[in-house]
């Protein structure tokens, strides 16, 4: 099993539309969770930290569920500029020393 | 504006050659990382550095060299080791250890003619 498992997608969603996306990790002492945002030939760049409480920035909600070893994604109203890569992030150490592993990105693009 | 540069932007390299890829940062982050991003897959971490003068193998080192003579500065070396060296290399750096956020540079996209 992967450390870090992401759904590759493409999902082709219309604009103001809501999708979501799952990440399953496989390392149950996990501490810290990310997701970042990856556009075409550009760097990650954080979108949201993910805490225990499930936490909102705008359109977008994270969520983690460490029962079931999954943290999630919601995308509120769709715009264009939301179309790119969508890594999610684990610390599998579990601890502030461990190791970041990244999944193999969901790539999203919404149409007009 | 406080951020993380990576020189240069493209990088071509001959069979048996050498490159080196730059990599500052002005944050006064600790953490310092060099990833590896191949097509569709996800970042595979190379090197890593905590604090100065000292640094660890990540998940693939082998064919790569890295420095860390400066707070601000970790160079990775792609060494004629590499055999696959074509990808797309981020830095990275964080405050503290590789638990906290990582923000990276631009990178580097490296090619072999």
């Known amino acids: 099993r992967k450390e870090v498992e992401q759904d590759p997608g493409p999902f082709n969603v219309p604009e103001g539309a809501t999708v979501a996306f799952n990440c399953t990790y496989s390392?149950?002492?996990?501490?810290?969770f990310f997701w970042y945002r990856q556009d075409c030939r550009k760097e990650p760049k954080l979108l949201m930290s993910v805490y225990s409480s499930g936490n909102e920035d705008g359109r977008f909600t994270a969520q983690l569920n460490r029962a079931s070893q999954y943290i999630s994604l919601l995308i509120r109203d769709s715009k264009l500029s939301d179309s790119a890569t969508y890594l999610c992030v684990v610390n599998v150490g579990g601890t502030s020393y461990g190791k970041l592993t990244f999944g193999q990105g969901t790539i999203l693009t919404v149409h007009p | 504006d406080g951020g993380i540069t990576q020189s240069p932007k493209y990088l071509f390299r001959k069979e048996g050659q050498n490159v080196t890829l730059s990599c500052e940062q002005n944050?006064?982050?600790?953490?310092m990382y060099w990833y590896r991003q191949d097509p569709g897959q996800g970042l595979r971490l190379i090197y890593y550095s905590q604090i100065v003068n000292d640094f660890q193998k990540g998940d693939i080192a082998e064919g790569y060299s890295v420095s860390r003579e400066k707070k601000e500065s970790f160079p990775l070396t792609v060494t004629s080791a590499q055999k696959n060296p074509t990808a797309f290399y981020l830095c990275?750096?964080?405050?503290?250890?590789?638990?906290?956020?990582?923000?990276f540079g631009p990178g580097t996209r490296l090619l072999v003619l």
């Open positions: 390392n149950s002492a996990s501490q810290s």
């Open positions: 944050l006064n982050h600790d953490a």
């Open positions: 990275a750096s964080s405050q503290a250890g590789q638990g906290e956020t990582q923000y």
